[in-house]
């Protein structure tokens, strides 16, 4: 180590050797949405770790999970959006009002849609979903879709099950969707079926 690397704040080294990570990189590397990283952000802690709440200035883009604290940056989107997630969790909320803008593909877009009009404490199969958007035979492009959603528990992908009742995957864990269920069904003794 030198004194040029030492004074030199764009060194790209630390005296150990280990590279030089400034606050966004370390957002980058926690989210599933690094291409958001420039969007406002709001952040709800919940007993499953965090949420990020990515917007611009007209919608949310994105709800991200994390397990650790990211850091913000709000704006009137993303704080009314996590007042309402806030009201959730504490189930003082069953519906959400805010402007969405998820990125996608029309038949994503489509799912998406339809994932929205599962009421709240009552879930749905991919098949339910695959015949809503007019082809009973899309179930694994529904389940695909399903996966890609990128405003989750506003988009309430975690009310998707599996045609026989068991649990299905979920990005944010099978866990956090365990959690989100006993949440809506207010009870605490939703389990997952072998």
Same mark, same amino acid.
């Given at each position: ?27 980058? @590397?926690?989210?599933?949405?690094? &291409? ?8 709800? %802690?919940?007993?499953?770790? !965090? ?13 991200? !999970? ?7 940056? &709000? ?18 909320? &069953? ?20 994932? @929205?009009?599962?009421? !709240? ?10 015949? %809503? ?56 003794? !939703?389990?997952?079926?072998?």
């Amino acid at each position: 180590m030198n004194k040029e690397s030492l004074a030199n704040p764009r060194s790209s080294k630390l005296q150990t050797g280990v590279p030089q990570i400034n606050a966004g990189q370390i957002h980058a @590397l926690h989210t599933n949405y690094p &291409e958001y990283a420039h969007l406002y952000k709001s952040i709800v %802690a919940t007993p499953h770790g !965090f949420l990020s709440i990515f917007a611009t200035d007209n919608a949310v883009k994105a709800i991200d !999970f994390s397990d650790i604290h990211p850091l913000a940056n &709000e704006n009137r989107i993303s704080k009314l959006a996590a007042k309402q997630l806030s009201e959730y969790i504490a189930n003082k909320r &069953e519906c959400f009002d805010l402007p969405l803008e998820p990125d996608g593909t029309d038949f994503q877009k489509h799912v998406w849609q339809a994932l @929205l009009d599962i009421p !709240f404490g009552t879930t749905a199969s991919y098949l339910d979903i695959a015949i %809503a958007v007019g082809n009973k035979k899309a179930c694994r492009a529904v389940g695909a879709a399903n996966g890609k959603n990128p405003i989750p528990i506003v988009i309430p992908c975690h009310r998707i099950i599996g045609t026989n009742g068991k649990l299905t995957g979920y990005a944010g864990g099978l866990t956090r969707k365990t959690y989100l269920l006993a949440l809506e069904s207010k009870t605490s003794y !939703f389990t997952i079926k072998g």
